[in-house]
């Protein structure tokens, strides 16, 4: 599995989008980026994931580069309730892969009134 | 609403006694999944199942046992034999063909003493 790597922390004012980047320069042509987040004390939430072409879901948009070395999520409209640590993992779906989810270190975003 | 529900949220036990704890879900989802996580650090997988009536073990599951005799429900046993029990414990399910795309219960926070 490609590895990734993300900011340790950043901010955002709430109100405004937050954009969350991770490198994944090693992906290979059949790997998923997924994102997670997990707020403090609960149990982690799946937010989006996709191939290479960008996706957007009712929490998030996903825009992964033409290359598909780098991706960046994004909250349009941070509110409090998106503090929280996230998570960018790349993943092969199918074959013998039963899903052992392992996270990396994360971004903490920590969003401003 | 669908979705997965574990309780209790918190447990307490003595040294020595086993304990069930419970995890339910109403998305349809085949897979189901238990990870523990110590404060601090990542998800460790502790069992998987794919399907009904199938189970295996990931990468911690020395002291624990499941079973998996319907589509809904996944309990996880920690038995006397788990060294350190004392965990936050969570269950997953995943929907067919979508190994990473979890969907995660709020966690049950065992402590045994």
């Known amino acids: 599995d490609a590895k990734t790597t993300q900011p340790p922390s950043m901010d955002c004012a709430e109100g405004r989008a937050a954009n969350l980047p991770c490198n994944h320069s090693?992906?290979?042509?059949?790997?998923?980026v997924y994102w997670y987040r997990q707020i403090h004390s609960q149990g982690p939430q799946y937010i989006i994931h996709g191939l290479k072409n960008n996706e957007t879901n009712e929490m998030a948009s996903l825009i992964i580069t033409e290359d598909r070395k780098s991706s960046t999520l994004i909250l349009p409209h941070a509110t409090l309730r998106d503090t929280a640590v996230y998570y960018c993992?790349?993943?092969?779906?199918?074959?013998?892969?039963?899903?052992?989810?392992?996270f990396g270190q994360g971004t903490i975003l920590t969003v401003h009134p | 609403d669908g979705g997965i529900t574990q309780s209790p949220k918190y447990l307490f036990r003595k040294e020595g006694q086993n304990v069930t704890l419970s995890c339910e879900q109403n998305l349809n989802h085949d897979a189901m999944y238990w990870y523990r996580q110590d404060p601090g650090q990542g998800l460790r997988l502790i069992y998987y199942s794919q399907i009904v009536n199938d189970f295996q073990k990931g990468d911690i599951a020395e002291g624990y046992s499941v079973s998996r005799e319907k589509k809904e429900s996944f309990p996880l046993t920690v038995t006397s034999a788990q060294k350190n029990p004392t965990a936050f414990y969570l269950c997953a399910s995943s929907p067919p063909g979508e190994a990473y795309e979890q969907y995660f219960g709020p966690g049950t926070r065992l402590t045994v003493t």
């Open positions: 090693t992906i290979s042509g059949n790997e998923y």
């Open positions: 993992i790349v993943r092969s779906r199918g074959g013998t892969s039963y899903g052992k989810l392992t």
